[in-house]
């Protein structure tokens, strides 16, 4: 059957869908995991604590969405990328899911009894939940600009040679505190929007959000520094529209090849603009109390930074750092067009739906919570 949309488009098209779930995912989600990781230092009190759990009780579990779609699809348009990584970092993979699996015991569980213990056990489940898996994730992208110590066979069977610690670099802890201060501040900038205004718990979360803001500034610019190390090219001539099978494709080591595209590029550079940019406009924001500049920056920054790393590594998706010629590309490594294709009418159908509803949720439950509120709506955390 001929398709009416070309294989290298195809790729294409997958290629930017997955950024845009990421970027997504980081947005949504990543405001939940920035309030769970704020919550012991910013809410002292019983009360203050169950506010900031309730300015994202309404909707974490409809943000996590994005971050299954995000897996769905890379299992979906990209295939050996899922089993690469999936298999290869194993552990890692197991201890953030162990740790967001925190997340909803602490929700549902933690206000079933007054006992103090057994809230600041669960508080502290919450913030575990939210901040080891933004360092993983991290710490992961750190990985994939780095390259991963995997082969594959004639079969395009995958055998990984790394270990658990050895995911942890000096520049994949940079990635990975990049991503905790990013988030941090995302999750500042929120309470600004939610919490009760002129509380406690809005100052205390300016001041944090001030010192993540300032940390994502130099965190990125550190990270973009080492990164000036690292990178890969592709040799000689390929095809967009050949087979998926990366042993096809002749690629090498190439320390600064990360940077190439933005010279080849330079509206690509509009990724790292943002997300200097956004994170000085959060904490503009932050210090002149205005909740909508900051999360608006936050968000920005946010958006900028997950940019700037899919940007700067295409047609990269993960290469490999003890065979180069076993590295994942864009145009090597995909299903077949009539799955991409099939799976995209499936996106066009039901993305809508999906942005439409999150939508409708956050103007139904928009508003902000109050200390007060928790003492007569029962269906407050």
């Known amino acids: ?40 230092f910013v809410a002292r009190t019983d009360e203050e604590r169950r506010m900031v759990i309730n300015t994202v009780g309404a909707t974490w579990e409809g943000n996590q969405v994005w ?42 569980y933690r206000s079933k009894r007054p006992d103090p213990r057994w809230r600041s056990a669960w508080d502290w489940a919450l913030f575990t ?3 080891v898996p933004v360092l993983v994730f991290g710490v992961a992208v750190g990985n994939v600009l780095q390259g991963a110590p ?9 055998s990984y040679h790394g270990a658990f610690f050895g995911l942890f670099t000096p ?17 500042a900038a929120w309470l600004g929007v939610k919490a009760e205004d002129g ?21 990125f610019l550190v990270g973009g520094l080492l990164a000036m190390r690292l990178g890969f090219r592709i040799e000689g001539a390929f095809d967009p529209a050949g087979p998926s099978n990366p042993l096809r ?48 920056g936050s968000s920005a920054s946010a958006a900028g930074i997950v940019a700037t790393v899919g940007l700067s590594m295409f047609p990269f998706i993960l290469p490999s750092t003890i065979d ?15 799955t991409l294709f099939i799976m995209l009418l499936v996106v066009i159908v039901l993305l809508p739906v999906v942005l439409l509803y999150t939508a409708w949720v956050f103007k139904v439950l928009w508003g902000r919570t109050s200390t007060a509120a928790l003492k007569t709506d029962p269906a407050l955390y």
């Open 67 to 108: 971050f299954i779609t995000g897996g769905a699809s890379i299992f979906a348009a990209w295939p050996l990328v899922y089993g690469v990584s999936f298999s290869g970092f194993y552990l890692a993979i197991f201890l953030v899911l162990v740790a967001m699996i925190l997340r909803p015991v602490g929700f549902k």
């Open 199 to 219: 509380s406690v718990v809005q100052d205390r979360a300016r001041r944090f959000g001030t010192g993540a803001g300032i940390a994502s500034l130099l965190l």
């Open 171 to 187: 520049f994949t802890l940079v990635c990975g505190l990049l991503s905790v201060a990013m988030l941090v501040l995302h999750g």
């Open 1 to 40: 059957m001929e398709l009416p949309i070309d294989y290298p488009t195809l790729r294409m098209i997958w290629w930017g869908l997955l950024g845009v779930l990421l970027i997504a995912f980081a947005l949504t989600d990543g405001f939940d995991m920035g309030v769970g990781a704020l919550l012991p």
């Open 249 to 296: 494709t002749t690629t090498v080591a190439a320390p600064g090849a990360w940077f190439d595209n933005f010279g080849r590029h330079p509206w690509m550079l509009v990724a790292p603009v943002l997300g200097f940019g956004g994170a000085l406009l959060a904490l503009l924001g932050l210090w002149r109390r205005s909740a909508a500049l900051a999360f608006g």
């Open 129 to 131: 939940g939210s901040f």
């Open 324 to 338: 180069a010629h076993s590295s994942l590309t864009v145009w090597n490594a995909s299903s077949s067009p009539s």
């Open 150 to 158: 995997f082969k594959l066979d004639g079969d395009l069977r995958a």
